[in-house]
């Protein structure tokens, strides 16, 4: 089982972590806080395991879970990005835990009257009897994309304490600057690859922007056992 508390920390560590990310800015990463996150992940990964962790010049942070079966078996490559919009504050981010929601108003802040209510956002009745993470209303969260950040970091920390589930070479990625549109810019695709040049597909979930890298399925039947 997934340790759910671990990972509610860890996502509350990351979005306490101001992140916000500069139009204006002509350097990579726009603005100097990202380095922040960004050697702490580096770290990180470091420490759950992971192999050949590097964080280059303009902190893009990439890091390899090695195969654990003797077969060949393509690579695959998660990646996230790590600033936060700069639409809004990401300073001070002060989280609230909403446990088993019960489908009424949330009251954000009392002292500013910031409620988040069902009758705006209708999309909250999906998640009754689920724990809802929320700011205090006068920040953004940054879930966007330190949610995705959070899953990948766990998913492979999971992966390294139960190597009875077997899978081939996974590489991750975080970059900086994606909510400026310049995420995808500087971020070093040799060094993602593990299985010589691949042409990868982009695969984009649905429900964050957490990306997945895909090598063709041609390729992936080809080489199945
Ligand atoms: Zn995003």
Not at 5 to 30: A, H, M
Not at 183 to 208: C, Q, R, Y
């Amino acid at each position: 089982m997934l340790d759910r508390k671990k990972i509610l920390d860890r996502f509350l560590t990351y979005v306490k972590i101001d992140t916000e990310s500069d139009p204006n800015s002509q350097t990579t990463p726009s603005t100097e806080k990202q380095w922040t996150l960004a050697k702490r992940l580096a770290k990180e990964l470091e420490t759950i395991g992971l192999k050949d962790v590097s964080i280059d010049e303009n902190a893009y942070v990439m890091g390899t879970l090695p195969s654990n079966v003797d077969h060949n078996v393509p690579a695959i490559g998660f990646i996230s990005h790590f600033d936060t919009s700069p639409d809004f504050t990401a300073k001070n981010v002060s989280p609230q835990i909403v446990e088993n929601y019960d489908g009424k108003d949330i009251i954000l802040n009392k002292e500013k009257n910031i409620i988040l209510s069902p009758n705006y956002f209708e999309d909250l009745l999906q998640y009754k009897g689920q724990t809802l993470i929320t700011t205090d209303g006068t920040t953004l969260l940054g879930a966007d994309d330190k949610a995705g950040v959070c899953e990948i970091v766990s998913a492979m920390e999971y992966l390294v304490q139960h190597p009875e589930i077997k899978h081939g070479p996974i590489k991750v990625g975080f970059t900086p600057d994606e909510e400026i549109g310049r995420g995808a810019h500087k971020f070093d695709v040799k060094n993602l690859e593990l299985n010589g040049p691949t042409p990868w597909t982009e695969v984009k979930l649905e429900s964050s922007n957490t990306r997945i890298l895909m090598p063709p399925v041609q390729k992936l039947q080809s080489m199945e056992k």
